[in-house]
């Protein structure tokens, strides 16, 4: 009788293209910070790095200079909204069925609730922005500092006949 073989693939997960002295980034809530290796750096010594790479160097200090600017325009937005919901407080006097009454009403601005609202959506847009800056100045540097990819450093997929007789892709990455 005619026996089977079993071929298996191997797939790695991922391929470690990274170098020593390559850049990678770990994005919080109000910041990004960029590590190389192992270690954190600060901003003098990231600047220090970025020396020769111009486009590298003025998105990081944009990105910099947005971080403290983006909270203190959300809460402004806070601040706004708060103040237009709050409104302002009056009185009228009438005629109702012969007697005089007094309402008090509250009049609220929908401008003011609007502005608000939209300062805070662009407080937290220029979060995002400042972090993606500082992100995107970590990539470039890796890029123009590594060179070009290679296709060893792209995945690559093939269709072919899977480990279980299915036909299927299969990625290298």
Known sequence: MGQTTQKTVKVPLSVSGATADSLHCSKKIFSTSIYQGQARLRSAATLTLYQDDALAKRQYRAGRILQPIAPIVS???????????????????????????????????????????????????????????????????????????????????????????????????
């Open 75 to 173: 809460l402004a937005g806070i601040a706004l909204s708060y103040v237009a919901l709050k409104g302002k407080s009056g009185t009228h006097s009438g005629y109702y069925e012969g007697q005089l009454v007094t309402a008090d009403y509250t009049v609220r601005s929908r401008p003011k609730l609007a502005a608000g609202l939209g300062l805070f959506m662009a407080g937290i847009a220029l979060v995002e922005f400042s972090n993606e800056l500082v992100a995107k100045s970590a990539r470039g540097y890796n890029l123009r500092h590594k060179g070009r990819l290679t296709s060893t450093d792209c995945p690559t997929f093939y269709f072919e006949i899977t480990p279980s007789g299915n036909i299927g892709l299969v990625g290298l990455f």
